[in-house]
C-alpha cells in the first residue's frame, strides 16, 4: 500500500479524472447510478463509484478473483479475467491473474468461498486488494436475421484485510449484425450476416475485452503513482 501526502494525494485524483474525461471520446464516465444508457444513443456510458479509502491508501498489487455469473453466462469467466489481467497490468505495479490465483489456491489447499481463505490468500500473494467481477447477459442472441451480443460487467475492487470497497465501475458492451428485411434479397443477406455474426467466437471476446479495457480505464493508474512517489524521495 503506497502512502501518500494530502497535497499529492488530491493532485493524482483529479490528474486522473482529467485524463479519463479528456481521452474518452464518444464514452461518458458518470456516477454509479445514473449510468443508464440511451438507447440510439452514441455516447457509451461507464457508471464508476470511488470511496475515499482508496484516495488515502493507494494500492500496489491486486488478485483477480473468480468472475460471478450465471450458468448460462459461465463461457464469459475466462475472457473477463484475461481482459482484467491484460489491463490491470498498466494499472498496478504487480497483478496476480486468474492463473496464478489458482497455483497459489492449489498448493495452499484454500478454499475462497471462505473469508479466512481469502485473507491466507492475500497473505501469501503479498496483495492489499482483490478485484472481483460480477457478470449479467443477455449474452448472446440469435434470431435468423439478427444476431447480438450484449455482456454487462461490474468490478469492484475491495481492501484485502476487510473487504471494504474502494472502488467499483459499471458497463455493459454490445455488439450485433443484421436488421429487419424488406425485400427476399434483404432477407438471405441479413440471415447469411447474422449466421456469420452468431458463428464467430471472436466477436464475444472483443466485445468483452472493450468493456474490460473502459472500466479499466476509470482507475487510477498506481503504477504511476507510485513511480512519481519513489521519485520524490
Known sequence: MIRLSRKFRRVAVV????????????????????????????????????????????????????????????????????ALGRYLSRKFTRVIDGLERRQIVRKAALDLRHREDLGELAVLSGCDTFFRSRIVGPGETYLVVWSKVQVGIEITMVRARDQKMLWRARHSADRSEGGIPFSPIGLVFDAYSSARFSSDREVAESVIDDAVRRLVRSAPNFRKIEANVISRR
Open 15 to 82: 490528474l486522473g479524472a482529467a485524463l479519463v474525461a479528456s481521452s474518452c471520446a464518444g464514452t461518458a464516465y458518470v456516477d454509479l447510478g445514473k449510468d443508464e444508457t440511451i438507447p440510439g444513443s452514441p455516447i457509451r456510458t461507464v457508471g464508476v463509484q470511488v470511496d475515499r479509502a482508496l484516495i488515502d491508501e493507494f494500492p500496489d498489487c491486486t488478485i483477480i478473483l473468480e468472475p460471478e455469473t450465471t450458468p448460462e453466462l459461465r463461457h464469459f469467466s475466462p475472457l473477463v479475467e484475461e
